[in-house]
């Protein structure tokens, strides 16, 4: 934080500056136009989903990935134009995602869409670790998988909550994390010549959302949807 001027004189007072804590940031986040979000996730049980329910489990009141497993944890109901609101705690390293627009039947990253959920900094590290690639662009947290990668540098310390927003409405699709934006695309303006993999998602309307896990132990204790009308 600075205080600048250009080439004037220019006097300030009153200047009070005072550091908030995670939760009292993610209360502020979850107060800001809430109206009209519903809660899925209900803290007792996953019957509220469908899908990979076997590889998911309600831990202290949290939907955690079980170790070891992974697979599409989905809504009962298909959503068009929605907003989500999610509330995660990553471990070190740790792998997940936000599914969308997903089909009968499909898979989110390559029938849907997937946003990634990740550990930077700890997945790298584990992959250069084992003397494999670090991650692409588009598999960065916040990131469209197989398309776009996000701004990078928001996430918080693992084991700390964190709060997103999703919002994808018709073909505009943005990110923010803790409070910033860190993704921000027209899906109908993307390059699909220059992709690993076109998702089926860019040319859906609407499909089922949900949680798309990779084997750890991620946790969320709030999954909100909101439906926009056009």
Known sequence: IQLQTHGSEIRWRNIFIREISTSEANEFLRSQNSNGFVELNNGQDLSNWQGATDSYA??????????????????KESFGDTAIRIEFRLPAAGNNGIALRV???????????????????????????????????????????????????????????NF????????????????????????????????????????????????AGHNDPVAFRSFKVKRIDK
């Open 58 to 75: 309600i831990h202290q009141g949290n939907i955690t990935c079980k170790p070891g497993k992974g697979g599409d944890l989905l809504t």
């Open 103 to 161: 089909p009968d039947g499909g898979h989110s990253a390559h029938d849907g869409m997937e946003i990634q959920v990740i550990d930077d900094v700890g997945y790298n590290a584990r992959m250069t670790s084992a003397g494999k690639p670090e991650l692409k662009d588009y598999q960065h947290h916040g990131s469209l998988y197989f398309c776009v990668g996000a701004k990078q540098g928001y996430l918080r310390p693992t084991g700390e909550w």
């Open 164 to 211: 997103e927003e999703i919002v994808i409405q018709d073909q505009k699709l943005t990110v923010t994390l803790n409070g910033t934006c860190i993704l921000d695309v027209q899906l109908d303006t993307l390059n699909r010549n220059e992709m690993d993999h076109v998702p089926g998602g860019l040319d859906r309307k609407d499909g089922y959302v949900g949680l």
